[in-house]
């Protein structure tokens, strides 16, 4: 890629990863945080299940009532609908009482910090100060994987995400294991290369290639609606994806909650391996290094 590509594509990503327009509050970052980074790195090292597990978990809590902690402080992840859950809600939510914090901002800092392990994975904003809720969402809304396309793209339209987002956010099943959508085919991957978060996901899906695809990927990536969005990913525009997924997940970890009111504590999880992979095609300089981190941070 030519330097003028590369500064174009980060010019586009510190873009989207600013949709939220923060301010940097960083200073105000609660030192908790900086201890509870060593531990989750250490479990999600290697991105295998506990990676993929915090990763999938955001969906399940925000879906509902929004991003507010109930899928571990209550009996929602014991529900069939989030059948695959149960041992990374209770490594959760064992961390939240460890370490006194929110349990709704334990969901989402663990996956913010598995999602910068795992190898290729963009870096995502890690932001703290939600508020807990104790009672369950109600049972039934977490869209299944055999459920209507249709009907999956109103549940993410109610929390005001579009056809577009929804495919974008697909991507993280990049490092997604089925277990229970078919129990016969138990431990098979979505793609073949589960432990990066790479656009093989995409393409396999779209190519019938991959080891196992859910009902609800590969109607997605044949809608009218989605199935555009899903070949551009699929020709392996990485840098689009990495745009629209850092857009539509920062969103995402907020749904339910006063932006205005949260702390940012995104700085102290290091570098997903896409800004550490940009700042080695630009040379790997420290001027290199101070720029990429300039743009990512914009």
């Known amino acids: 890629m030519h330097y003028y590509s590369i500064i174009t594509s980060l010019l586009l990503l510190s873009s989207t990863t600013s949709a939220l327009d923060l301010t940097s509050r960083s200073a105000s970052c609660p030192k908790v945080w900086s201890n509870v980074l060593p531990e989750l790195q250490k479990a999600f090292a290697g991105c295998g299940r506990d990676a993929h597990g915090a990763i999938r978990a955001p969906f399940h809590d925000c879906i509902n009532n929004g991003c507010d902690g109930s ?115 138990a431990g098979k991957s979505l793609d073949t290369t589960p432990t990066e978060l790479d656009l093989k996901f995409y393409e396999e899906t779209l190519d019938g290639a991959a080891p196992y695809t859910l009902q609800s990927d590969k109607g997605l990536s044949n809608s009218t609606e989605t199935r555009e969005k899903w070949k551009k990913f ?17 969103r995402w970890a907020v749904v339910g909650n006063d932006v205005g009111s949260l702390c940012d504590c995104s700085k102290i999880i290091p570098s997903g391996a896409s800004e550490r992979r940009l700042t080695q095609r630009m040379g790997g300089s420290a001027a290199a290094r101070l720029f990429v981190r300039r743009l990512y941070d914009s």
């Open 71 to 185: 899928l571990i402080l209550t009996e929602e992840c014991s529900r069939s609908e989030n059948a695959g859950l149960q041992e990374i809600c209770g490594k959760l939510l064992g961390w939240t009482k460890k370490y006194n914090t929110s349990a709704a901002d334990m969901i989402q800092f663990a996956a913010a910090t598995a999602i910068s392990v795992c190898p290729l994975g963009p870096r995502v904003r890690a932001l703290v100060g939600r508020k807990d809720n104790y009672q369950a969402a109600p049972e039934g809304e977490v869209p299944g994987s055999r459920d209507p396309i249709s009907s999956i793209l109103a549940a993410f339209a109610a929390k005001g995400f579009s056809p577009d987002d929804v495919v974008a956010l697909m991507g993280t099943h990049s490092v997604a294991v089925q277990r229970f959508d078919d129990p016969q085919q």
């Open 234 to 250: 699929a020709d392996g525009d990485t840098s689009a994806w990495n745009s629209a997924f850092t857009d539509a997940w920062n």
